[in-house]
Antibody, heavy 116, light 110 residues
Framework: QVQLVQSGPEVKRPGASVKVSCKASGYTFSDYYVNWVRQAPGQGPVWLGWISPKNGNTKYAQNFQGRAAMTADTSTTTAYMELRSLMFDDTALYFC?????????WGQGTLVTVSS | QSVLTQPASVSGSPGQSITISCTGASSDVNSYKSISWYQQHPGKAPKVIIFDVSDRPSGVSTRFSGSKSGNTASLTISGVQPEDEATYYCISYTSSSTVVFGGGTKLTVL
C-alpha cells in the first residue's frame, strides 16, 4: 500500500539544524510531489513547502524561504526536509504528505523539539 | 494567521447534520485550484475526506460531502456519529502553486 514513513524524534539546540526524512513506498516516487507541513502543540497545521522528486523543483512558504531546504533522492525514494537556525517556536510535529491538489497519504509525523 | 477562515468549533447530537465553512478573503477561494478537507484525531496525522471540492476518496463514509459557493467552501456531515468527533481542516492549492490551510474546526458530538 502507499505509505510514507518518517524518521524518529529529534532534540536540537537553538541555532542548530535538523533534517527529517520521509521514505515513500507503494507508488512511483517521482510521479508525485511531496509536501512538508508542521503542527505546533495545540495549533493548526502550517504548510512549509513542496518538492517535485522528478526534477527537484521546490516551492517554499514565504515564512520559510531561505531557512528550509527540501530535497529528494529517487534512488532511495526518500524525501528530506532540513530546517536551519532553529528557534524555540520551531518545536512541532513535522509531517510529509504526498500530492499537490490534495495531500494523501501523510507520514506518521516526526517530533522536533528545540530546547536549550 | 490562516488565509482560509473556519469557525473554531461546532457541535451536534448524533444523527444531526452539521456544516463547517471555509472562507477565503474576497474571491480567493474562487481562484483556488482545489479545496480539500481533512479529519484529524488527537495524536494522528490528518486524513483526507474530500478532495477537489466535492469528491470523496474510496473508503470515506458517504455521510461526508463538500460544496463551494462563491468564496466559501463547505463540509457537511450528514448524521454525525460519535467517531466523527475530531478537528477538521480545509486546504487549498492556490493559483500561485502554494498550499494554504484553514485554522481548523473542532467538532464536538454531544
Amino acid at each position: 500500500q502507499v505509505q510514507l514513513v518518517q524518521s524518529g524524534p529529534e532534540v536540537k539546540r537553538p541555532g542548530a539544524s535538523v533534517k527529517v526524512s520521509c521514505k515513500a513506498s507503494g507508488y512511483t516516487f517521482s510521479d508525485y510531489y511531496v509536501n512538508w507541513v508542521r503542527q505546533a502543540p495545540g495549533q493548526g497545521p502550517v504548510w512549509l513547502g513542496w518538492i517535485s522528486p522528478k526534477n527537484g523543483n521546490t516551492k517554499y512558504a514565504q515564512n520559510f524561504q531561505g531557512r528550509a531546504a527540501m530535497t529528494a533522492d529517487t534512488s532511495t525514494t526518500t524525501a528530506y526536509m532540513e530546517l536551519r537556525s532553529l528557534m524555540f517556536d520551531d518545536t512541532a510535529l513535522y509531517f510529509c504528505a504526498r500530492g499537490l491538489r490534495w495531500l494523501d497519504p501523510w507520514g506518521q509525523g516526526t517530533l522536533v523539539t528545540v530546547s536549550s | 494567521q490562516s488565509v482560509l477562515t473556519q469557525p473554531a468549533s461546532v457541535s451536534g447530537s448524533p444523527g444531526q447534520s452539521i456544516t463547517i465553512s471555509c472562507t477565503g478573503a474576497s474571491s480567493d477561494v474562487n481562484s483556488y485550484k482545489s479545496i480539500s478537507w481533512y479529519q484529524q484525531h488527537p495524536g494522528k496525522a490528518p486524513k483526507v475526506i474530500i478532495f477537489d471540492v466535492s469528491d470523496r476518496p474510496s473508503g470515506v463514509s458517504t455521510r461526508f460531502s463538500g460544496s463551494k459557493s462563491g468564496n466559501t467552501a463547505s463540509l457537511t456531515i450528514s448524521g454525525v456519529q460519535p467517531e466523527d468527533e475530531a478537528t477538521y481542516y480545509c486546504i487549498s492549492y492556490t493559483s500561485s502553486s502554494t498550499v494554504v490551510f484553514g485554522g481548523g474546526t473542532k467538532l464536538t458530538v454531544l
